[in-house]
């Protein structure tokens, strides 16, 4: 009976409930359209070459993650590219370091060079 009277007491009480949470991971309302396809890899490519930062932690990653919808040769460039810098992460401290972080210099400039020829280097 105790329950019951402190259930009802709550039930009756002007203090609100909880707030209602949204989910972690719940759409977003706003979608980046990747038109053409592979116009925001080789956005983030080319800007990324420009700046120097290649190699700077998670730069690679996000030009990768946004050529899942580019056609072959800017989706290969891609994958060139993140081994690239698997590669030189890899080295860090090691004597081959220097050639490691060139090849990833050389892999941004050939992912350059595929955009520029598939007329992707001025778009996203």
């Known amino acids: 009976m105790l329950?019951?009277?402190?259930?009802a007491v709550a039930a009756c009480s002007d203090e609100p409930g909880p707030a209602a949470v949204t989910p972690?991971?719940?759409?977003?309302?706003?979608?980046?359209?990747?038109?053409?396809?592979g116009s925001?890899?080789?956005?983030?490519?080319?800007?990324?070459l420009r700046d120097g930062t290649l190699m700077t932690p998670g730069v690679v990653e996000?030009?990768?993650d946004t050529a899942g919808t580019a056609d072959a040769?800017?989706?290969?460039?891609?994958?060139?590219?993140?081994?690239?810098?698997?590669?030189?992460v890899k080295a860090e401290g090691?004597?081959?370091?220097p050639d490691a972080i060139a090849a990833v210099s050389a892999a941004g400039a050939e992912m350059a060079r595929i955009?520029?020829?598939?007329?992707?280097?001025t778009t996203g």
């Open 24 to 37: 972690v991971g719940s759409p977003s309302t706003s979608t980046v359209v990747d038109d053409p396809p």
């Open 62 to 64: 996000d030009i990768a």
């Open 40 to 48: 925001l890899a080789c956005g983030k490519a080319v800007t990324a």
């Open 73 to 88: 040769p800017v989706a290969d460039a891609a994958q060139r590219l993140t081994a690239a810098f698997a590669a030189a």
């Open 115 to 121: 955009c520029s020829d598939s007329g992707l280097e």
């Open 94 to 97: 090691a004597e081959e370091e």
């Open 3 to 7: 329950l019951a009277v402190l259930f």
